[in-house]
């Protein structure tokens, strides 16, 4: 009996600890906390694209020793002194047996055209001439035809010759007309008296001295010609009309008597002249004639009179050229409308051409034989 008792007591004792056992809560653990830090991934830049910054223009100083200007008819230094002293224009003989040429070598513009229908069309130059006080030889001088007073007036110019046909007397009488016509200086050189008469070093002086005549430009000056670049600029015809140029390293003229032809020199950047076979040189110094610049004008004329007189019809409106220079040549259109104006230069779009610092040769070009021109 007590054995039954004490094995119940166990198993009530036994399932009361089971019962307190399954009835006790467990304490909870509690996890850590973890903070995530997201970092965010820079965009990659987009690339910067270079940009190649253009040089700066290096400005163009134009430098002058003191007391000199820049001419207007070739855009090189003389003494400012001169500055309002008029030009020369000089009728030079060009047949082969005046030569050599004194003087012409210093000349700032040289004009050649034809001067008689006969004699193959021989032509005569008329030399401008800026600083003519330092002349100590120029010639020899000839005759004048009409178109030379044309020419010589849109420079204000003082035309020296000496004589010419009767049809220059009407502009002999002209109010505008500034003329010398001989009694300069001859020079016992061997030949007949024809190529024998020169300026020599006073005789303008002398000229001026006895007459009427204004050694400055007077009422009748038109202005400056031309419009130049700087002398350390860049050649005109190869910035200014980029694709439009073409070459022009050498002209022979239609010319027949004279066969003059000008050769661009690409190491002096200068136009060499020559005419009866052989390159022209100064006899004053030996200086072989050189051109910055070159203008050739197609021009029509009138017959005179059956003994080869002349004049050519200057007076006119866009007639047809080439200006070359650096050994390109443009395409040019010209005009004058007055005895007294400007021979004006455009190119194609309508604006006056700029010329290259230096001398220029103006080649007046008669209209009938104007395609037996060649230009390479």
Partial sequence: MKKKLLTSLMIVSLAAVLAAGCGKKEPEVQE??????????????????????????????????????????????????IKDQRPIAVMVDNESLALPHFGIGEADIVYELMNSTLNGRITRMMVMMKDWGSIEQMGSIRSARPTNFFLAAEWNACLVHDGGPFYIDQYIARDYCCHFSGGFSRVNNGKATEYTEYIMKGDLEEKFAASSYSTDYDEYYPGTH???????????????????????????????HNSSAIKYNPETGLYEYSEYGKEHRDGEDDELLTFTNVIIQKCTFSQLDDNGYLIFNILAENMPGYYLTGGEAVDITWSKLAETDITRYYDGTGQQITLNTGKTYIAIVPDDNWDELVMK
């Fill in 32 to 81: 850590p906390e973890v903070t995530v830090t997201v970092e965010s991934i820079p965009e990659e830049p987009e690339p910067v694209e270079e940009v190649e910054e253009e040089p700066e223009e290096e400005e163009i100083v134009d430098e002058l020793p003191e007391g000199y200007i820049r001419s207007e008819l070739t855009n090189l230094p003389i003494p400012e002194e």
């Fill in 226 to 256: 031309y419009t130049f670049a700087l002398p350390s600029a860049p050649n005109v015809l190869s910035e200014t009309y980029t694709g439009y140029t073409k070459p022009a390293t050498s002209v022979e003229f239609p010319f027949p």
